[in-house]
Every structure is written in structure tokens, then in C-alpha cells.
């Protein structure tokens, strides 16, 4: 299988001046870009098999289950798995490529691409099982970016139907399934908001309203970032939880049965876990009761973990050739907070005024660079490399040229040449849809609140003055780990601060974090986006001599040590 080549899409219609919303012009009256549309190419991934051991009990297919009540030898119930595509009786990967588009690879080596060319660009899938006994397929859960919820019903490897859609659940950061909470044989959904509240929706088994009205589990839940549905791993049939805390500890949360407290007091299963960017839960794969674990670590290793039975795991087993599976932003019901419509990447423009791409591998370094458009093409453009402003998943180029503004080459109208800064972090305002930061020469920020369609924004929000003590203001995605849009800016004496989101556009950032001193050692500081597969954004600093250094997010509002990811990059007189 390989990823198509992702469009850096094209606007149109409602223009936005200095904070007032004109009419489109005349298609006649519209200048010509200074610089065309381009396109970017999206890695190309070619996941090598999987192996996964299964020793032991054995497993009956679909279709030797009598139902979902049937037992192992250790007389524990075996439920069944959450993403069973092929009926075959274990759990198969579904996941997101870069291009936006959804594929599979089955436990036994089969897959494809799944529903092609008529799914909503997904930010992440949600493997929910059959729900509702018709059809011999799972149902699965597809959110979009800007928090639009769909089921597909009867899935296959290559295809399901569509039977429900819910919108608004872009207020959460986390959303997966823990397997059957309640014993009624659906698996049921937590969802996690960017408050830390845990909340549980009951599977209904009705395809019209598939999820009961939400029940509160507690608060607190931010102190982990990533959150594991891991059905039953302790022999007592409820469906049990694993969440893992930014010191690496993962932690587990047994399943009760209780309505008033499904989950028990957390243990300890051990430290170390910092090492994976993604766990995968796979289900029961050899048949005795427990769940089974899959863990991708930063060079895209995956790792085995059979459940013991008591909430602990057996010791890990390389399941996967070294590297493999490095090139997937997102599998379905892994346990990381999923990013989408950031960016997926960086652009560099060289003296001569060629524009090249750098993409992100989810390793913590970055593709070869491809040229985009002519060689010389971008000579003299003055552009910024912004978050997706509509749901396509790809991130956008915003120019500024004779005063008037571009976005991939579509003119949006004039009046944007008192702006000297354009920043493009993400979704600034809650609503699920890229929002624009612009500074003018006073120092004065505004914020426009995007459409979701590239075709216009509301009336310009001023976030304040005294903007122009930073030279550098930058922002793609999420650096705090609460799953909403950030920014940093650097002082001119080297300070680099952390503005958090609020998911307010009328006051769009909270109170400053200083997270660093020094920065002026670099003279590019560049937000990639997520370049590690971890869900949330990182930072790139260009020495003087030319040396690509990377900074990891540590979140909370911190990062790691830095690592260099390469020399020659002063060759680029801008990067973004």
C-alpha cells in the first residue's frame, strides 16, 4: 500500500481585511498569485506483517463463538474483539496515513484500503465491536477534526456502512473504548475533556443513537497522556483501563462493574513506558481471558505484550521488523491524544528561492526533502507555513504580497500588509476549526477565527499589545498536553515562553510559561508539529551554523533535552 500525495488545498470566496469581511471580488478583479498552489508529498508507507504470538489456549473463529459469553479454559469470558474485520476471531489494526485516508492490516497479513474516497478525513478511529448483534462485522467510530462523530456499521477490511453521525465532541482530547463496562455485551466509550474530566458513554445498541447520554467518572485524568482500553486483563470479565503518566509509570485501572465506580483503585504495572509514542490495544489473541498490548516505540518498533491475567504484563516480544511501522500518524484506539490539521512537516526555502518540504516520519526526524514547484519559484515571497484551516488534514502556505493575502495561491483580499507576523497554530477558539494569529507593527495581536472552509473568518479579536518584544511567535498544535492549540514566542534576549490555549477566542491564551532561556543561540525557531508520534507538538532551532537540533515536548509546558537531527541547514534563508 502506498499514501497518495497530499494537496495543500486550495481557498475560495470571503476575504477578511483588517477585521472587516468583504465580499469576494470579481474573479477579473482578483491579481494573479505571485506564487502557485503547490502540492507536498506525504510519505509512503509500506507496513511490514506483524507477529503475534499466540501460544497456549486456543481460539474458536466467529464462527465457532456461540456468543460473547463463551469461555476460555481458564473459564474467564472472552469477549469480542473490538476490531475484528476479517471474523476470524482477533483484533486486526486500523489506522490513518498522512494523506487523511483509513487502511487496515488484519492479523493475517490481509487489509486495504478501508471505505476509500468516501469517509470524512478522520483525526482519529474508534474500534467499537459489533454493537447491535446485525451483520457479522464491528462497528467503528470515526472522528473528524472539527468534532464531527460518525459511525460505520458491518465493517470489513476494505469497507463499512454509514449509520450515524453526532457532532460537537471536538471538546474532548481523548476518546476510545475500554471493551464492556456493563456486562449488556457492547463495548462502551470513555471520553476525556481538556479539563481532565473522564466521562462514560454506554453503548445502546441502536445504530439511530448508539451512545447513552454521558456519565461523569471523575476528574483528575490529565495527569496521563495517554489513556489504554484494554477490556478485561484481570479474569473477572469487566472491561479494565491502563493510563500512562508523563514520568513514563503505567498505571492499571480495574474494571468493578459498578455504574456509581467502574473503575477501581489504580496499581502500578511498572515504569519505563515513556519509551512508546503509541499503545494499541489488541483484545483476547490466544484465547484465555486477557487483553493483549501493542507498543510502538519512537523508531517505530512494535512490541508484544500478553496479558498474565492479574492486570500485569508478560515481558515484551519484538513483534515487528525495526522501524517499520514509523511512517502512521494514528492508529485506531491507540492510546495517544490525536493531532491532526497542524502540520505534518516543515517548508525551507533556500537562496536561490527554491522551496523544499521536509515531512515528519512520527521517529523524531524528518523525511528527505522533495522540491515543491520551480526551482527559484519562491524568490523574494514572504510566507508562513500554517495549520489546516479546513478539514482536509493538510497544512496550508499563507503569503503576503502587495498587501494583500494568499492562501495556496488563492487571493483573499487586501488590506493584510500592516501585519508583519502570521501565525497559524491550529484551533484557537474551541470550535474544532484553524484559527489565524496576525501582529501589526505596533505589537498589537489579533486573532481571526476561521470558517472551517478556507473561504473566510470572523471579525479580527484583539488578544493585546506588547507583542512586538518577541521575535519569533510560533505554534502547531498542542505543547501543554491538554489537546488544545498553543503558541510559544522567544524574547529578543533568548526567553522562549509557552501561551496556553484556552479554547476561547475571545481570550484565546491563559497566563504565560517560561520554558526556557538561551533560544537566541538559534537562528530559525521553527513548530513542525508533532514529529515523534506522541500526539503533541514539538520545536526545531536552527544553529548559526547551520546545525537542525530538535526539542521533544515534555508536556506539561515543558521540553526535553534536544537532540540534533542533522548540519546544512543554513542553506535556507527561511524555514517554517
Aim: aromatic share 10%; with cysteine.
Amino acid at each position: 500500500m502506498h499514501l497518495t500525495r497530499a494537496r495543500l488545498t486550495a481557498c475560495t470566496a470571503l476575504v477578511l481585511s483588517a477585521g472587516m469581511l468583504l465580499a469576494t471580488p470579481a474573479a477579473a478583479d482578483r491579481p494573479a498569485p505571485p506564487h502557485p498552489a503547490v502540492e507536498k508529498p506525504a510519505a509512503d508507507v509500506t507496513p511490514p506483517p506483524l507477529t503475534r504470538p499466540v501460544p497456549g489456549a486456543a481460539r474458536a473463529g466467529a464462527a465457532g463463538r456461540a456468543d460473547a459469553g463463551a469461555t476460555a479454559a481458564t473459564g474467564s469470558r472472552v469477549p469480542d474483539p473490538l476490531s475484528d474485520f476479517d471474523g476470524d476471531g482477533v483484533s486486526d489494526l486500523i489506522y490513518r496515513g498522512w494523506n487523511g485516508n483509513v487502511y487496515t492490516a488484519t492479523a493475517q497479513g490481509g487489509g486495504g484500503a478501508f471505505n476509500e474516497g468516501s469517509l470524512p478525513l478522520p483525526k482519529d478511529i474508534v474500534p467499537i465491536g459489533n454493537q447491535d448483534a446485525v451483520g457479522g462485522g464491528p462497528e467503528v467510530l470515526v472522528l473528524s477534526e472539527q468534532g464531527a462523530l460518525t459511525m460505520y456499521a458491518d465493517a470489513t477490511p476494505t469497507s463499512a456502512s454509514y449509520a450515524w453521525q453526532g457532532n460537537g465532541w471536538q471538546i474532548y482530547n481523548k476518546l476510545f473504548s475500554p471493551g464492556d463496562v456493563n456486562d449488556d455485551n457492547r463495548a462502551d466509550v470513555l471520553a476525556r475533556d481538556t479539563t481532565g474530566t473522564l466521562y462514560l458513554y454506554y453503548g445502546t445498541g441502536k445504530r439511530s443513537a448508539p451512545l447513552s447520554a454521558r456519565v461523569k467518572i471523575g476528574t483528575g485524568w490529565n495527569v496521563y497522556d495517554q489513556l489504554i482500553g484494554m477490556g478485561d486483563n484481570n479474569g473477572d470479565g469487566w472491561a479494565d483501563l491502563y493510563a500512562r503518566d508523563t514520568a513514563g509509570t503505567l498505571w492499571f485501572y480495574p474494571g468493578t462493574g459498578d455504574k456509581a465506580r467502574p473503575f477501581g483503585t489504580r496499581k502500578s504495572v511498572g515504569g519505563g513506558w515513556n519509551i512508546y509514542n503509541t499503545v494499541v490495544p489488541v483484545g483476547d489473541d490466544n484465547g484465555d481471558g486477557n487483553g493483549e498490548l501493542l507498543a510502538r516505540d519512537t523508531s517505530g518498533t512494535f512490541w508484544y505484550y500478553t496479558g498474565k491475567g492479574n492486570g500485569t504484563l508478560a515481558t515484551r516480544v519484538q513483534s515487528s521488523s525495526p522501524g517499520g511501522w514509523e511512517g502512521v500518524p494514528q492508529f485506531g484506539g491507540a492510546s495517544n491524544s490525536p493531532v491532526a490539521g497542524t502540520k505534518e512537516g516543515l517548508l525551507a526555502r533556500n537562496s536561490a528561492g527554491t522551496l523544499y518540504w521536509y515531512g515528519s516520519r512520527t521517529n523524531g526526524v524528518l523525511t528527505s526533502r522533495s522540491q515543491l514547484g520551480n526551482t527559484g519559484g519562491w524568490q523574494g515571497a514572504d510566507y508562513t507555513h500554517l495549520s489546516s484551516l479546513d478539514p482536509d488534514n493538510s497544512s496550508d502556505i499563507a503569503q503576503l504580497y502587495d498587501n494583500g493575502l494568499y492562501v495556496d495561491g488563492v487571493y483573499i483580499g487586501s488590506g493584510w500588509g500592516v501585519y508583519n507576523a502570521l501565525v497559524g497554530p491550529g484551533d484557537l477558539s474551541g470550535d474544532g476549526k484553524g484559527d489565524l494569529l496576525a501582529r501589526d507593527r505596533s505589537g498589537n495581536l489579533y486573532l481571526y477565527q476561521g470558517n472551517g472552509k478556507s473561504t473566510g473568518f470572523a471579525s479580527r479579536i484583539k488578544v493585546g499589545g506588547g507583542w512586538g518584544s518577541f521575535n519569533k511567535i510560533v505554534g502547531a498544535g498542542d505543547y501543554t498536553g491538554d489537546g488544545r492549540a498553543d503558541i510559544v514566542a522567544r524574547t529578543t534576549g533568548g526567553d522562549l515562553y509557552v501561551y496556553p490555549g484556552t479554547g476561547k477566542a475571545a481570550t484565546p491564551f491563559g497566563a504565560r510559561t517560561k520554558v526556557g532561556s538561551g533560544w537566541n543561540t538559534y537562528s530559525k525557531v521553527i513548530a513542525p508539529g508533532d514529529l515523534n508520534g506522541d500526539g503533541k507538538g514539538d520545536l526545531l532551532g536552527v544553529t548559526s551554523g547551520g546545525d537542525l537540533y530538535a526539542y521533544r515536548n515534555a508536556a506539561p509546558g515543558k521540553f526535553g533535552d534536544r537532540y540534533k537531527v542533522g548540519p546544512g541547514f543554513q542553506i535556507y534563508n527561511t524555514m517554517s
